[in-house]
């Protein structure tokens, strides 16, 4: 929902507003981190002394690099698209091997898809763009990067999935480091995957690890078979196989998978597990009150297939099981990224990202334990305002606009 609407829209925001201080004042989701525009889509970023810092795509055309819950750590913030960005995923730095840090931190690069049908990787150093895809003839909807083979994927409106060798842009070490001024490298396609009768609408998400998975606006859900490489720096090029899970009645929105499970979300208003390798029928249901945008899956113990989906309205369902579920009213917005940090450690943590500008932190062991009966009473406001999205009213309006005319035609 944009910010600036009717008198009784903005008094209805103002109530939510509400319901979220009342998380703020709390253990459980106190941390958080408002960026002031629409959040699309967040990764995990390489800095090993903070597990908190993540990189996020905005409906602002940027993309930020922040420290959750810390407002003192400046901001990276990288400008150059034409449009919003709405996939990030982040890479090493300099070849395989070759990292040339002693600190903690990973020297990285980052890539962004967006609206303007064009990807990029950014020097985050000097905040320049070092490399551009080129290739999607519509909006970019969604990347995935296997770090082994320097391959990325990605998905877009145009109904095709994109391999790309993303390794001419990287530097084998910091003595071959691209400079500010250089000229950004032009990157095409070693392979496009497009089959009208097999993909019938845009990719909404892909994800790797053995496999490639991608969900889209018809519904599917699909695993690609990739080629074995001969070596690391060979490129996973997608085979013919593929196998079709269904279930869904309309747009897939979001997927994880697990060792043994395929987990989805849909604008049906249901999650679904699938069997990985044995039935491409589903094999549990979770129903919920509205679209599910992002979904994230904790198999490790003590929290046994935890399951968490973020829904268009605003609310954070966890599932325990089918038959055990509470229900957050976490942000203000669509949920649209959940991301598991410090898995390891004491402290494993779940962020989500929202279209109401927020990254907000919970922690598991809290999240596994809740239940819809601890929410305390309402808490005054303290004379907050609602959050600004750092675009213009005509701008927001019409960013909306576009995000729920995709929603809804597909």
């Known amino acids: 929902m944009a910010f600036f609407q009717s008198n009784q829209q903005i008094e209805k925001e103002k109530q939510r507003l509400v319901k979220l201080q009342n998380l703020l004042e709390r253990d459980l ?14 990764a995990k970023s390489l800095d090993g002394r903070n597990k908190m810092t993540v990189w996020v795509g905005l409906g602002d055309f940027t993309a930020r690099k922040i420290s959750v819950g810390d407002d003192k750590c400046k901001q ?23 990292t040339d840090s002693t600190e903690q931190e990973v020297p990285e690069y980052v890539l962004t898809g967006s609206w303007d049908k064009t990807i990029r990787m950014w ?16 909006f970019i909807k969604c990347l ?5 083979t320097q391959t990325m994927y990605s998905g877009s409106s145009d109904k095709t999935i994109k391999v790309w060798d993303y390794s001419a842009a990287i530097p084998s070490s910091s003595i071959e480091n691209t ?51 001969n070596d690391g720096n060979t490129n996973r090029r997608l085979t013919k196989k593929h196998t079709i ?32 390798l044995n039935n491409t029928k589903a094999q549990t249901k ?24 973020g829904d268009k309205e605003r609310n954070l369902h966890i599932w325990k099981s089918d038959s055990d579920k509470s229900m957050l009213e976490a942000h203000l917005d669509s949920i649209e990224s959940i991301l ?43 004379n907050q305002d609602i959050a600004p999205n750092g675009l213009t009213a005509d701008e927001d309006k019409e960013l909306q606009d576009l995000l729920d005319e995709l929603d809804d035609d597909y």
């Open 340 to 382: 598991l940090v410090n898995l390891n450690k004491n402290e494993p943590t779940v962020l989500t990202g929202s279209i109401d500008g927020y990254v907000k932190a919970w922690s598991v062991p809290d999240l596994f334990s809740f239940k819809n009966d601890d929410v305390p009473a309402n808490i005054p406001l303290n």
């Open 286 to 309: 979770f129903e919920h009150t509205d679209p599910i945008k992002s979904v994230l899956v904790i198999p490790q113990q003590p929290y046994n297939n935890l399951f968490l989906a």
């Open 245 to 276: 899970y269904s279930g869904h009645l309309t747009s897939v929105y979001s997927i994880n998978v697990t060792d043994n499970s395929i987990w989805t979300g849909s604008a049906d208003k249901f999650a679904l597990e699938f069997d990985k």
């Open 179 to 229: 400079n500010a001024n250089s000229k950004p490298v032009s990157i095409r396609p070693i392979q496009t995957i497009k089959d009208d009768q097999l993909i019938r609408g845009p990719i909404n998400k892909l994800l790797v690890n053995d496999e490639l998975y991608s969900v889209g606006s018809d519904s599917k859900v699909i695993r690609w078979e990739l080629e074995n490489p």
């Open 29 to 42: 989701g106190k941390t958080g981190t408002n960026v002031k525009a629409k959040i699309l889509s967040m």
């Open 123 to 138: 020097d985050p150093q000097t905040q320049q763009t070092v490399a551009v895809f080129d290739g999607h003839s519509d």
């Open 76 to 98: 990276i913030v990288l400008r150059g698209h034409k449009g919003p960005v709405t996939c990030i995923g982040v890479v090493p730095k300099y070849a395989k091997g070759n």
């Open 144 to 148: 995935e990067v296997d770090l082994h």
